[in-house]
């Protein structure tokens, strides 16, 4: 007995250690990706004089939120980039969002012929990189008068983005079991009552998951914005923030980091809003 007691004892305290060794290393791994973020938003409260004094100092010798202030209230295009971002992206997550739950519930619970060549065709286009797409689709937009439009970017992004949301919303209803729909036909719901009450709030997690990726996407994506809006007052954050940089001709660190900052809120208070569902809602939608 005293034997298998120090064999389970020493296995014990060699899983504590690889326990503890994994989390040093994870840890150290998550500082590396975050330092850059948290070097930024130290640097935007800091007022200039902090900045530059030498020797330099990683701990602020003063806070001052006039960086913020300034952008808010006094960088030109600031609130106009904003604005763009937050119309196209919140237009493109609930078309995104909207579109994928019905099309989901129609590849995931109902049949019908040539299904699954069809949520294929959709799908393969998750195999083809987006720089691919950028010239046709430039080309379009040119001939249609869309760019330099909102709708200019949100085609394309609803575009890009729906057969994600196809993809975790079509999983996501597969695995309701087939007795809740039945219980639902036999209480007289019809088709859209089925799908709106009674298995909407079934798959929430996918939902949240999908809204995420969506937002994630359209708010800090570059590539397009930068080639479809050709005027300056049709930019969006990712660009505008580029353009307010090199027009500054100065090293203005704190007040570039404060717009990065506040660039980068909403995608924050998304990801915390939705933090308990967006894992469960992938794993869900990625089962079948």
Known sequence: ???????????????????????????VIALVYVSPLLWMFITSIRPTWDIYKFPPSVIPGAVTLENYVYVVTQMEGFGRYFLNSAVVTGVTVVIVVISSAMGGYAFGIRRFKGQNFLFMAVISVLTIPYIMYLIPIYIMEDRLGLRNTWW????????????????????????VPLDIRDAAVIDGCNEFQMWY???LPIVRPALAATTIITFVFAWQEYLFASTLMTKNEWQTLPVGVVWIRDELQTLVYGRIGAMIILSIIPVFVLFIAFRKFFIEGLREGMIK
């Open 1 to 27: 007995m005293t034997r298998l007691g120090d064999s389970h004892l020493r296995r014990f305290r060699n899983l504590k250690k690889y326990k503890i060794g994994i989390l040093l290393i994870v840890s």
């Open 197 to 199: 009450k009674v298995l």
């Open 152 to 175: 200019g970017l949100i085609l394309p992004y609803v575009a890009l983005n729906l057969p994600w949301g196809l993809l975790i919303m079509r999983g996501a209803f597969s695995t």
